[in-house]
């Protein structure tokens, strides 16, 4: 995994401006802190931070081929899980190989396949390669979008990077917000609705996207997109097919020359991923795969189930690590450490995002990159096997809304009204609901139950996930660790997206195909386990604390908080049980406590990044 940034400029000499290039690559420091490296021409300009993987030695970046159609450069960031596959297909075709990373392996493919090479590849990725002859960049985008990907353009250029703060370090981008912007930070955030950066100088690559710029302009294109088709196998068939895939995707993505970990939670999915690395592990002597947990200090004391987390992780944790003899690390944190780290997951996110559920994962990859480079995590089984609560309970079903965002209405009333006036806010999200329902595949001959699950599973994986692997991407890589995740590999996702809900829900439970193809992998008490989501403190000082700095920050006349918030709103939840509900206002996880700490968030990133507000 790597970091990349370039600029193409028609009118500019580029070789003139190389201290640009290299503080823009400069911000990407921490997703690769192996090597650094630029590459310009008089039009061109790439960047990279790497973080070694496959061949430290030899793969570095950006990479130049030299062929007889001309020049090639790539600054790519990401892994092939088919790499060996591509590049034997290559070689028969007359091409070598100078070194044994991927890196090579996609340039090559571009060079012979051009722009379908994308449709060859199993991966995750984000890349940009030009051609000097015909002076054209050719980015792209994995099919998921696990590795993130940004843009901005103006007359005669165009720059993107692997995070907005590499564009930010452009001469001609300034961080700016428009009424879009605050409605994707108040009504949709910690969301982003795909293809917007939020900052309205900058957009999203879509996943499963191409992007083409040369003198003719700026051109994008959908190279893949979820497909409507029958099912025709039965229950016992599916989960024997699902089992397959699920295999094959975990032993490829365990291919590495650094060390590997996975996350383990005791649940379901990464109890299934460990289970199956440490049978790949056992089969080919590479000893004992080292496991790491999350959790929080005294945890145990406050925990109280309810609907939305149903358990506690720990007993469960032990259950698995004591079945499967791994080498356990357990990671623990408290209160303060979760507020610190507030700060610093807006610096890695360059928005405000999942408050304590972004501060603890950066935390707990801080931790694990002192054993590991490369870690497996269960993220995405949840959309992509319908395991969330709002799969399965009507009022989420029929709202006619996102279903992990139903406090709409709470959200709304947060901003002050000419605010909420101006940026139409119920427009906004009924807008943004419209367009993600408008593009899902649907099955002619689907009765309408069918059909309200396979809008469900599209708004999952499309729109929620997205969230999901956003977070995941830069806590991680903002500590330089790889995490892979195998729940996204696109034909897995595919497949399953087509199966009937009857079957997803086999011996009517959540992800009951999931634990039917899973069965003989883990033990049963593990594979009925009920879900229980990531991990959060449920210590008391926590919501105190965040409360308590809340309230600071209204208090202080220079917050930039008090052109969007309605103060008076803001108190009321403060001084009543609101503050404390466990009913999520985004997802499962993040409710009370982590209100107030998404307006700490809120008020720092506009203050640390001297946002500018355009309306």
Known sequence: MCGITGWIDWKRELTEHTAVIEQMTATLDARGPDAKGTWVTESCALGHRRLSVIDPV??????????????????????????????????????????????????????EWREQCVDKFNGIFAFAIWHEQEQKLFVARDRLGVKPLFYSRGEGWFAFGSEPKALLQHPSIEPAIGAEGIAEIFLVGPARTPGHGVYSTMSELRPGHTLTYDRNGLRTTAYWKLQS??????????????????????ERQLVSDVPVGTLLSG??????????????????????????????????KHFKAHSFQPNADAPWIQRMVEQLGTNHHYIQFDT????????????????????????????????????????????AADEVFGGYPWFHRAEALNANTFPWA????????????EIAELIKADQYVADR????????????????????MRRMSYLNITRFMPTLLDRKDRMSMGVGLEVRVPYTDHRLVQYVFNIPWEIKTYGNREKGLLRKALEGILPDDVLYRKKSPYPKTHNPSYLNTVRKLALERLDDATSPLHQFINESRIREIAASDEASSNLPWFGQLMSGPQLFAYLLQVDYWLRHYKVKVTL
Do not use: W
């Open 433 to 452: 609901y419209t367009d993600a329902i408008h593009e899902v595949p649907l099955l002619s001959g689907e009765d309408e139950t069918a059909r309200k």
């Open 58 to 111: 030899n793969g570095a970046q950006p990479m130049i081929r030299h062929h007889e159609s001309g020049t090639y450069a790539v600054a790519y960031n990401g892994e092939l899980y088919n790499a060996l596959e591509l590049r034997r297909a290559l070689e028969s075709c007359g091409y070598s190989f100078q070194t044994n990373c991927d890196t090579e392996v996609l340039l090559v493919s571009y060079i």
């Open 229 to 250: 088709a029958p099912h025709e196998l039965d229950a016992e068939a599916t989960a024997a097919q699902v089992r397959e895939l699920l295999i094959d995707t975990v």
């Open 336 to 379: 303060p450490e979760l507020v610190n780290s507030l700060e610093q997951a807006v610096l890695v996110r360059d928005l405000p995002g999942m408050t304590d559920i972004d501060g603890s994962l950066y935390l707990f990859c801080r931790e694990i990159k002192k054993g590991a480079t490369v870690a497996l995590s269960g993220e």
């Open 267 to 300: 649940g379901l999915d990464s109890s299934a991923l460990t289970a199956l690395t440490v049978q790949y592990y056992n089969r080919l002597g590479l000893g004992q795969v080292d496991t790491y947990s999350v959790d929080y200090v005294d945890n145990d």
């Open 406 to 417: 139903l406090a709409a209405p709470l959200r709304k009333s947060l901003l002050k009204p």
